[in-house]
């Protein structure tokens, strides 16, 4: 999303809408990422943004226009490192699909009915 004119990842808490005379206005409240750790991001050449949240004060109210991609957070964890150590990383994917899963499972349904794999 876009806040304070910068890109900021964010979780969206909840939608609502204000009347403002005649108008509607869509709003947001989001609880705000800080940014990605910097050395993490250049080591993995820019592909490992890893964030945590800002704390209370990242909490912020903003106009629906400003969300303009819709990611995953995922829980992370370095390696060699346990589950506590880590609590609260996040690492953002961009492209989630089930594209492949899908495709695997037509390949198996396919299996079941011709008895085997299907030659093409």
């Known amino acids: 999303m876009i806040f304070n004119g910068k890109i900021h990842y964010a979780e969206v808490l909840y939608f609502f809408i204000i009347h403002k005379g005649d108008l509607q206005h869509a709003l947001a409240a989001?609880?705000?990422?800080?940014?990605?750790?910097?050395?993490?991001?250049?080591?993995?050449?820019?592909?490992?943004?890893?964030?945590?949240?800002?704390?209370?004060?990242?909490?912020?109210?903003?106009?629906?226009?400003?969300?303009?991609?819709?990611?995953?957070?995922?829980?992370?964890?370095?390696?060699?490192e346990d589950d506590d150590t880590a609590a609260g990383e996040f690492f953002a994917v961009e492209k989630i699909t089930l594209m492949h899963f899908h495709a695997t499972l037509d390949e198996n349904d396919n299996d079941d009915e011709q008895g085997g794999p299907v030659d093409t």
């Open 30 to 80: 989001v609880k705000l990422f800080a940014p990605p750790d910097p050395n993490l991001l250049r080591n993995s050449f820019e592909t490992l943004s890893i964030c945590r949240f800002s704390g209370d004060e990242g909490i912020a109210i903003v106009d629906d226009k400003c969300i303009t991609d819709v990611v995953g957070m995922v829980p992370f964890c370095q390696p060699g």
